[in-house]
């Protein structure tokens, strides 16, 4: 399958799952802002939405959005969806909240320039990551198993690092455990990009 990206963007998330499930792509780096790949061709002539990510399958059909991409590459592999009563349901409640809640809100940031503007949004931003740390079942967001919504909640924190937004402890060690795993260790040198904690930069 063909697998197009934006390195640090939210596509990093389908990159790092991808790795995890062990499926064969091959990745196309995307300039989001004017649309169009490395070679300079028109990215809008393979997603007609202009961002990323995007999948192509082998046979042709176009899937978009995290949400849909993430919970179809856990449906690839064993061990990637939640176990227990509405397993996938509640993956999919958590992907949706991350998406809506986090990604989306986070945007703004990048480009507006009020500082009280920004401060309300970093305020509200902070509170949605408390609420999701409130709700850590265990090393991961369910318990012992890595998810999508891990890989998608981990770019997220990325994001507040560098957008300068406050959140728990807790993640800390989250974090930590998670730039630990060889798939998230090979996409972000991949994507030629820092982990966050310096210390798993030095062991990897």
Excluded at 44 to 54: D, F, K, M
Excluded at 58 to 83: K, R
Excluded at 146 to 159: C, E, H, I, K, N
Aim: hydrophobic share 45%; proline share 5%.
């Amino acid at each position: 399958m063909d697998f197009y990206h934006t390195p640090t963007s939210c596509s990093q998330a389908t990159h790092i799952l991808l790795r995890e499930a062990k499926l064969d792509f091959r990745p196309h780096r995307v300039d989001i802002f004017n649309r169009t790949l490395e070679d300079g061709s028109d990215y809008t002539r393979i997603n007609p939405n202009g961002y990323v990510p995007a999948l192509v399958l082998d046979d042709g059909m176009l899937l978009t959005e995290n949400v849909a991409i993430l919970d179809w590459i856990a449906s690839q592999a064993d061990g990637l969806p939640p176990t227990g009563r509405l397993g996938r349901t509640r993956h999919l409640q958590m992907l949706g909240f991350i998406s809506t809640e986090l990604h989306k809100p986070c945007i703004p940031l990048f480009f507006i320039e009020d500082a009280e503007q920004q401060s309300r949004i970093r305020d509200l931003l902070s509170s949605r990551f408390r609420r999701i740390g409130s709700m850590m079942a265990g090393d991961h967001l369910f318990g012992d198993r890595f998810t999508g919504a891990d890989a998608f909640l981990y770019v997220m924190l990325r994001w507040a690092a560098m957008l300068e937004i406050a959140t728990p402890k807790v993640f800390d060690a989250f974090v930590d455990r998670v730039e630990q795993r060889p798939a998230v260790q090979a996409a972000l040198a991949a994507e030629a990009v820092s982990p966050l904690h310096a210390d798993v930069a030095e062991c990897a």
